[in-house]
């Protein structure tokens, strides 16, 4: 069982997409890129709006952003 937790997404035309995640064994966060190592563990793969694709062991895992609060419709 993968410990890490998404934090939130950076996704923009004009940068390069990131993704704040946390290591929640040691409770830290860092920035990744595509193709970057994830705290040693597993590579990301792909960035979407609310979700991460990381490979794990020759496996695609995705880590689905945690929801606080409720949603709210945006406007």
């Known amino acids: 069982n993968i410990q890490m937790g998404l934090v939130g997404v950076y996704l923009q035309d004009t940068k390069d ?8 064994k040691k409770n830290v ?3 990744f ?6 705290f040693g563990e597993a590579k990301l793969k792909k960035i979407l709006s609310d979700r991460v694709e990381i ?4 496996q695609i895992e995705q880590l689905i952003m945690e929801e ?3 949603k709210s419709s945006g406007g």
């Open 17 to 24: 997409p990131y993704a704040i995640i946390e290591d929640k």
């Open 29 to 31: 966060q860092d920035v």
């Open 33 to 38: 890129m595509v193709d970057e190592m994830i």
């Open 55 to 58: 490979e794990r062991n020759g």
């Open 68 to 70: 606080f609060g409720t």
